[in-house]
């Protein structure tokens, strides 16, 4: 599924190089659930862009399905982001003044699904995260947990290979937190979804069935956690 | 991704800054109302003169003395005055016959003229009687001069119409004695108005040429002895003959003046063709001249529309990071910015088209010069809109498409 081989990623700042990435190596297979964990400096964020295909490595081999992804071209990138990757960012980063509907469907958009198409699987998309009466609240009229789970259901729109989320709960408050945990884990359980969770966080990364640790660019353990936390029952009055 | 969607998008986004989306497009809406207004003004004019001069009749040749237009460095160099004499007048009398229908001299000079307390400086022009047909003059009151006055010298003057009312108000100048330069002269006519058109009859005094040699211009109308004229009139009776008289008039002229076949001629021959084409072309340097002034308006409005989109593309490099890490190529970004740009400068154009209608019609509504709105004017306009729109907007949007994604979305 995902292979990573000797995934180095070398700065140039300035004068002096910063190896962001130092011969990380590993594997993750269909449908797991994995944290990758890591101080910041650790080089979690780069080992992200990495496996998003936001950026290719310096040296090493990088595969997603097979495909060799450092010999991909800028919108060959674009492309494999937009078919086999689902981001959900710390901030959400959904678009301002713009429906939970609209943004859900931005993919679909560029990936050129038609408009009919487009807006049945965002309305889909929205009812497995527990927001099909939301569809045309703008961001700023939804709270924190609500604009997170619109941020998800865009990641799984497109019904990705690998869901990648970059410290999905370090804007929310715990409790809300924890319904986004559960969230993920509903998916994975459900659908057999990949999750590959990016954080600092040592509770958070309980709940998933499998550690990374980076510290300096380097995987320091890669650990299976047997007994997750379940993260409960949903609740609906986010 | 489909061409609406990108429409979509840039609506959206310019929804979102009102203020300055209108700000923005205020240069090319200016720029373009400008084009607009400046190419009716412009286009009203020509037709005016145009049709001034047509007035004037299609089928008159005049000849004038002075070498043809030398254009280059030499030019300038051979200037010396040359004089047409009344005996190439009455060369071509002679010697022109078929498709003519008069040929007349014309003298004219300034003089002081008269009558009771008034007096000022008029235009007044010898004349034989068949000008009044050649220049297509109706007399309002009277008559005009005629071959009898010619040729008795008789002291009769015919008024244009504003000197008439210039010199008698409302008194009838039928019959009034005036003075030019002193001498006493009849009025025995009055012509009526042609208006501002060019060659107007109106401010002028018109004489028996021979009366005018004999005891009006004295020694200034004569060069070597022999009498001269300004200019000489031929009236064609068919326009389709215009080009063989001319040819007809000039070999016979050089032939007189006993030029070499190499030198230049020292008279012209110019139709009314001639005069508009000469007219038409300095009021369309004119008119492109007024257009690259409004065309720098444009440019700037422009450079403005290019230094916000480089404003926007900063305030939204993390919208752009997470377009493209939901899959948007390069491309795709780049299209979206250059429509985004191209909207506002195409929005702007039409608010310009409409402006620039509105005030070309509000020129002719208040009547100082009747606007002509043609339809390439309005093309021209909305398209360099579209294009100044392409133009400043591809730097941005080349910006916008080249941000490295993942720095994109870590941007505050």
Known sequence: MIHAEGLTKVYQMGESEVRALDGASFTIEKGEMVAIMGPSGSGKSTLMSIIGCLDVPSSGQYSLDGVSVESLDESGLAEVRGRKIGFVFQQFNLLARTSALDNVMLPLTYAGVSGREREKRARAALERVGLGERTHHAPNELSGGQQQRVAIARAIVNEPTILLADEPTGALDSKTGVEIMDLFQRLHRENGQTVILVMHDAHVARHTERIIRLSDGRIVSDESNPNPIQAGAPRNDD | MLFSENIRIALRALRANKMRSVLTILGIVIGVATVVALLAIGNGATASITSSIQSGGSNLLTISPGRQQQMGPMAGQSRQISHMYYSDYQLLERGLKTNITAIVPVYQSSYTIKFGDESFNANIVGVMEAHKDVRSFTVAEGRFV??????????????????????????????????????????????????????????????????????????????????????????????NAMDTVSAQATYLLRRAHELKPSEEADFNVMSQADTLSTLNSVTQTLTIFLGAIAGISLLVGGIGIMNIMLVSVTERTKEIGLRKAVGATRNQILTQFLIETVTLSVLGGIIGILLGVGIALAFSVSGLINSVITADAILMAFFFALAIGVFFGLYPAMRAASLHPMVALRYE
């Open chain 2, 146 to 239: 005629s071959d009898g006055d010619n040729k008795s010298q008789a002291l009769v003057a015919v008024l244009g119409d504003t000197v008439a009312h210039d010199l008698f108000g409302d008194l009838s100048p039928l019959g009034k004695t005036l003075s030019i330069n002193g001498i006493k002269f009849q009025v025995v006519g009055v012509l009526e108005s042609k208006g501002a058109s060019l060659g107007s009859p109106d401010d002028n005094v018109f004489v028996p040429i021979e009366t005018g040699y004999k005891k009006l211009f004295g020694e200034t109308a004569l060069y070597n002895n022999k009498k001269t004229v300004n200019n000489i009139l031929i009236s064609v009776d068919d326009t």
